[in-house]
């Protein structure tokens, strides 16, 4: 068997097995089973990084195994299943092998005690299988399909502390919300399905390059699997299921939420990325900028820490998805892959910190606090050193300063949207969104950094009670701190301020297939690239400095008033608090009013067409057969048949009275008959 | 008296006498003696008949098989008879009208 | 096989039910017994069956021909091919699983199990038969012990239920059986349903019944037969009720078993009989379809009862089978000749008959089990319960997420694959239709809420864990969903010669005899 193959192949599978085990025996086992789910994933990291290994040996851009066999068939309509390995499926793989190892090690300490601790691992497991399936899928057909499974494990852990009713409604508004997303990607696959007659990667392609879907169905093809996208990566108008999410636990939070399955979409986009049309290119640009811009603007006014998080993690999801319309999609893939280790390591900071509060809280028997409010914290650098650096490198990655790796990839977006610009000379706005973005997001980051780790203590109490987390909390947040740093991504070169290094020779883009040249060449769009990258990342560390600038002056100088300006802005800053209003008013439009229609729908089914019109039936033929009924009793009974009785009756009655039941008056009248009869005779 | 309408002048008598017997009697035991009264005018003629029809001696057989048969029949009734008396205590055939409606 | 398999396998719950009847009253543990038997052994019969299949071979296999009323040219028939056969596998399954779920029972224990083998034999015959005739004494000899079971072990409104249930039926037969007489008067006096498939559209073709295509008048008859079974919107309403009143087993059989009967009397009958007319009312098929999946999928999210709500799963799914059944006429020259696209619906919509076969029946017995511990089925009565059953919290997660078309279960493939056929033809009602997996999702996941999230209501703080026997009832269907919804080759391939020839027949058949 190839060697790929054997290795992705128990990729794939020992995650699975490991959540089979749990779920049935881990209970029973000693450790309640954290080991399986831990060998089986650190297992699949020693795994991803040989596969890395040799990628980097082999330092071959084109590299590709294809492996796939048939899964369903019927005499002329076939599936198959298989695994696609280039080189991006090997970064992504190590992505989640990472951030997947890390969620696990974090939740050692963070989930002991827990009463279904077991279960956590367990679901972990089948999250990582299905991630990895998302990962290695060759086809639309897998990918949907572990689409969906990672759907379903975001479900149960969100849900996890399902006792808490909001727990338990924001699990339920994950999946929902990811299922309007997949309608669209559904029809998109039916679409090109219909016009190929096949799911996999490459034969879309080789139809879409034959022109055997073209024009406006292409389009709308594409623009349906990018709805999948919009569901999964939480873009606007779908975001709203990802800050609830922040429900679940903090790991589920960093592995899920933030670094990998969230990423999913702007994955399957990087996929899908030749196939996409001018036009549907530009919807998919401006739907990610207006949502990086737009959760940024949330984000500045959150008090939660992990909300301030989530919408930060949809502003940069923005980002990658912007950079996908824009046609300089290689940068998404970068910004993904860089994103996930800064993000996962801000979340795990901010789990940490949470921890900490929560023992506190608990010390002190408050069970009213809530442990993620930064109103609540502050000052905690000096207790918790380690989770303060962790989060600082994180935030100034985040922030795209150079030196650390978010530099790199948000500068490559940003230059990607400018080149886009000036080959274009519109779609300024874009500009205005992926710029907007970077100030916002240097902006609210160290506002976070400041208010929670810097300043006076605002709870002398619960601050004295604060210590560092265990070690198994703190392994990770070192090892994603250091992967922060820009030099992991540009080797060989030591530049900070290029991109250039394996990951841009090992990752090369695709031609458009779309026919007609109505898409720009790679070489075109590298020219551009190339002129607006010096631009681009002045402008952007501009305005990151800008940002960071402003969050010193209000959260740790103080000489400009938060509040004052909250007060100046009072219609903006509601606006923001209050996310635009969009949960409410989707109560209110959709909500709402689809619940209303199903009750409406159940009592017209249920109260009125069964019950008049069905049993109108039933009341109709009652009618009838009384009036039947009737006619045949009264009339037909009664009155014709029974008169034959009654005639009979009477008849009977007269007769009767001969019937002496006397057996000599018998024989007298036998008697005078057999005489009357002989007196005939003779006669 | 070798005369064949003597016979037949008795045993229609005989038969007019049993059936008077049966028609008027209320008692169960005259009704069966007028029984017996007309089975034996039937007797009186089959042998009559034999005698006088220079016939063979069937006529003689039928008489003696009636006279078998009216001895079984007498048994049969008197049991009958008998049992209506331990549930009537009577043997008047009019009070024995269970049947009637 | 050298005995007669498919007879044995009709008759086997009629001999179980002679012994019960030798059986005394009292003794109640003997006469479940004897009745586990009779559908095990059954069971065991059809996996015999399944097993000598050959699935390469076109045509019935099996078959057993006897003279029966020879006057009116009634024969005996029995067969089996790849649509028979699936069904042939989950009627004994089901039945057998479900003497179990009516462990249970109280009330006259001996006449309930007499007349669920009764059942028995009446559903095997159905899908056994190959003889109009037979066809229809089969039919009707399985409505008559359901109207006794509902109306006997039912809920309190289960007279009233039984009646409609009883009503309904009736007049899907009472059309079924001018249908069928007209098929034999018009074809050459025959009940023969594999000659009549032959011959009927010959027959038929260009003959004018009060100025409207014979064809038509026969297929609308039969198609409203079928569509009470199914049941069809606005068909529906006896389902709901019937499935709240029945006894739990009884749930199972009826969605599992009957209304399967009416999809694959469509299949059987309509298409084989009738192939032109299937081009002309494909588009109906299509929009009942679809107003099956909205119309039972709203009204399920809005239910309060939990097993009502189950029971208007089951208008929605099998909206999707209706979907995938009109996608056979994508295979036709004007829609491109698209084959695969009408494979993929037709066996969609047969594997769709089998999981929701095994779904539903996991879900009524899952609403069984709670109906048992707390003598309601409100589903907001509940909550929290995760905590308190972990194991039938887990249970009915595969359930449901097996009825939402979760992907790795196999509701997922049957639904994708009646999407995908019908698409190509019918792509407006099959984008309106995608929303089905939205609506699903909701009322599944709003249930799941309700029920097992949440603090536990204090009620339930002792309320038994699921046991054994249950287990023992709900494992094979959770397992059968999880191979099929992982590897469904193994379904696919015993129906797919079968599948491409009924759409080679609607095509050629259909085709020949052109547009009425």
Redesign the interface.
Known sequence: MNIFLQYTLLIYFLPLIAFGIQIFVGKRLPRQGDWVSIGAVLTTLILSLALFAGMLLNYNPHFEQNFSFTWLETANFKITMGFLIDNITIIMLLVVAIVSSASHIFSLKYMAGDPRYSRFYAYLSLFTFSMNGIVLANSLMLLYMSWELVGLSSYLLIGFWFEKDSVANAGKKAFLTNRVGDIGFFIGIMLLFTAIGSFSYSDIFAGVADGRITGTLLTLAGIGLFMGAVGKSAQFPLHIWLPDAMEGPTPVSALIHAATMVAAGVFMMVRVFPILTPDAQILIAYIGGFTALFAATIAITRTDIKQVLAYSTLSQLGYMIMVVGTGAYIAAFFHLVIHAMFKANLFYGAGSVIHGMHHALHDLKDHKTDPQDMRNMGGLKAKMPITFWAMLISSLAISGIPFFSGFLSKDAILAGTLALVERTHSHHLLLIFGFGAALLTAFYMFRMIFITFYNQPSRPQIFARMKESPRAMLIPLIVLSVLSVYIFYTLPNINPLSDKGWFTHLVEAKESLVPGGINPTVHDIEESIHHSHTPAMITSLIVAAMGLLLAWLMYFKKTLSAEVWAKRLKPLYNLSYNKYYIDEIYNKVLYRPFLKLADWVAYLDWNVYDKYFINGFGKVTVWLAKIVGIADYEGLDQGVVDSFGRGTKRLGGSLKKLQTGKIQSYILFAALAVVIILILQVL | MDNLQVYLIIAALLFSLG?FA????RNAIA?LMGVELILNAANLNLIAFARFGGMNITGHIFALFVIVLAAAEVAVALAIILNIYQNFNSIN??EA?Q??Q | MDFNILSLLIWLPIIGMVAIAFIPREQEEVIKIVAAVATGLQLFLAILLWMQFDKTAIGFQFTEKYTWIPSFNIFYTLGVDGLSLPMVILTPLLSFLAIFVSWNIKRAVKGYFALFLLLDTGMMGVFLALDFFLFYVFWEVMLLPMYFLIGMWGGPQRVYAAIKFFLFTLVGSVLMLIAILALYFTCGQTFDMVTLMQTAPEALSGVLWWGVSAIKVIWILLFIGFAIKVPVFPLHTWLPLAHVEAPTAISVILAGVLLKMGVYGMLRVNYGMLPEAVWWFAGALAVLGLINVLWGGLAALAQKDLKKMVAYSSINHLGYALMGMAAVIAALEVNGGNYAAAEAGLSGAVFQMFNHGTISAMLFILAGVVYDRAHHREIAGFGGLAKQMPVYAGVTAIAFFAGLGLPSLSGFISEFMCFVGAFPVFRTIVIIGTLGILINAAYFLRAYQKIFFGQLNKKYADMPEINGRELFTLIPLAVITFIFGVYPAPFLNIIKVTISGLVEHVVTLGGMVGVF
């Open positions: 059936l049966v028609i008027t009697r009704v055939v009019d009208q049947l009637k």
